[in-house]
């Protein structure tokens, strides 16, 4: 257990962080699948749809620290590679 003020409020911290990290990877993951689902089917404006939201969920996330730039700049580029391949 945390001894000092310091360490006790960085131990909720964490706790708070953790969670929202946590659902933030969460979301990303399921916008991840429904965007490779869109892509498995024929509908392009489908695809672009689910492209468009895994995107803007990527750059809030790379925002808030959940996930590096260079990564996220990756799976963007990525996804944009399948998407307007179709």
Do not use: E
Not at 5 to 31: E, F, P
Not at 51 to 68: C, E, F, P, W
Not at 70 to 86: L, M
């Amino acid at each position: 257990m945390a001894n000092t003020k310091s360490a006790i409020k960085a131990a909720r911290k964490t706790i708070r962080l953790t969670a929202r990290n946590k659902a933030t990877k969460t979301r990303l993951k399921t916008l991840n699948k429904k965007l490779a689902s869109a892509i498995a089917g024929d509908d392009k404006a489908a695809a672009k749809a689910a492209a468009a939201a895994y995107t803007a969920a990527m750059d809030k996330a790379t925002k808030s620290g959940v996930v590096h730039k260079n990564a996220a700049s990756r799976a963007k580029a990525h996804t944009a590679k399948i998407v307007f391949a179709k």
